[in-house]
């Protein structure tokens, strides 16, 4: 439901109020090869937000835009085993706990044009966030040390940029800036297998990780006929949220669904570092034709919990996609390529290379996430003003591939089609 208004007034020219509601239900359904026991864990969020944005023009120089935001997660779960032979119900762990997640924030950011080639923009946001989890219905399946979780923290976060023309053809960017993610119900609570032998557990010392960027940028037009741009950025993530072995009561394993499994905790890590360069090329052959490229080259490293530096899971590999475009008048045609690079083992976080069950072997046996690519086509077409027609083939080869760290085989062949029609 959302509420807008233009009329100006003194504290603004433009205000607007969205409010959304969003409800999902989510069941994970297990049973082992000839096991009569069917485990059934089941959760439902509740998602509530309220956003308020205003924006006011001070003379002719200055763009103001400032709000406010809340955000509220309501989470319940609910575990059980059933045995298919006897019909028979019982309890079970519940994969989370049952809690509530709140944010509020107050944000404000001014773009000031300083002269007819020069822009400036600056900005800054202030956020509370609150985690109410209760555990007491957990504590007969894992000796937990704690029945609750409560955090209350704030962040600020904050940005300054820049943008200079110096001709029509030319663009140079700059930006400075902090932001955070603080620990939602998913980080500080979950219970999960996390990989064969392993499962997560809760962990209620988690801070909201903090990350500071700087980015330059340029971008050059060729005769209306090649645009080339360039972005190299630079970033720090302390604090960062990473899976680790982690302890329980002293023990390093527990039994989790009748396996002993090692004890794991999504926990803090002392820094990591991420850098890279976007580049992004563009040709108009003419007026239907036009070919679009993005690539982009990653790198980083974390700090591991025995001060030794490790590859960081955080950094992706070389990824990019290609573009080949048509048009003309009510007719899009586009076939694409996206592909992703290799990451040999030895180019692999510590953390994740023993993980066999989502990585292959080479030659040698060890993980390494292998390159892929996808040859893909897509189109529209407009019959009339209120209707139009699309559809498209993806991975025409059908390729079986995996996005780097994802674990989840993405689709193979797969066909679309769909009528769209505007009243």
Partial sequence: LSFKNDRATAIYDEVQVRLAHQLFNESRITRDFNDPLRIIREEEV???SLNLDLSKR?????????GAEVVQNIVSSEGKQKNINSGSVADEADRYPQSDWTSAALFISDEFSLNEKMDLMAGLRYNYYALNADFSQNLPFYPLPFDAVNLDNAAISGSFGAVYR???TWVFKFNLGSAFRAPNVDDIGKVFDSEPGAVILPNPNLNAEMAYNIDLGLAKLFKEVVKVDLTAYYTILENAM???DFQLNGADSVFYDGS???VQAIQNAAEARVYGVQ??????FSR???WVNDVNFQWGEEEMDDGSVSPSRHAAPFFGVSRLNFEHKQSRLQFYVEYQGEVAHSDLSVEEQPKREIYALDENGLTYAPAWYTLNVKFEQGISPQ???SGGVENITDQRYRPYSSGISRPGRNFFLALRARL
Avoid: C, N
């Avoid at 001070?58 to 400032?66: A, I, T, V």
């Fill in 46 to 48: 509740e998602a509530l």
């Fill in 58 to 66: 001070l003379g002719s120089r200055h763009q103001l835009y400032y």
């Fill in 166 to 168: 110096p001709r029509e």
């Fill in 242 to 244: 990473v899976r680790r």
């Fill in 260 to 262: 002993l499994s090692r």
């Fill in 279 to 284: 580049a992004g090329l563009e040709i108009k």
């Fill in 288 to 290: 239907r034709f036009s």
């Fill in 387 to 389: 209707l139009s027609l």
